[in-house]
């Protein structure tokens, strides 16, 4: 059994910063992709950032240049660094991976519990 566990969400003030976390535990053979989605109330989840196992990163052009997406292949965490924070960014945050449970198992997507971030102006 796989789990994702976020960890640090929070309530930070305009131009704050914040540093997400996702840990992956459980049985893992491989892990392909990461990435970190949000939700709004009322709107669609959207991908936030996302990292290949070989660390090519991907961004939503609406956090380019204030979020740092990175992992921690050897432990199987996720981080999303958070700065210049806006009132939009408000949201819950979902970790999701790509990953195998075992060498003949096929690639599965797993999704964390949720954050929330709480940006005030």
């Known amino acids: 059994q796989v789990q994702l566990v976020e960890s640090g969400g929070g309530l930070v003030q305009a131009g704050g910063s914040l540093r997400l976390s996702c840990a992956a535990s459980g049985t893992i053979f491989s892990i392909n992709d990461m990435a970190w989605y949000r939700q709004a109330p009322g709107k669609p989840r959207e991908l936030v950032a996302s990292?290949?196992?070989?660390?090519?990163?991907n961004y939503a052009d609406s956090v380019k240049a204030r979020f740092t997406i990175s992992r921690d292949n050897a432990k199987n965490t996720l981080y999303l660094q958070m700065s210049s924070l806006k009132p939009e960014d408000t949201a819950v945050y979902y970790c999701n991976a790509a990953l195998r449970s075992g060498r003949f198992q096929p690639t599965r997507d797993y999704w964390g519990q949720g954050t929330q971030v709480t940006i005030s102006s």
């Open positions: 990292v290949n196992s070989g660390g090519r990163t």
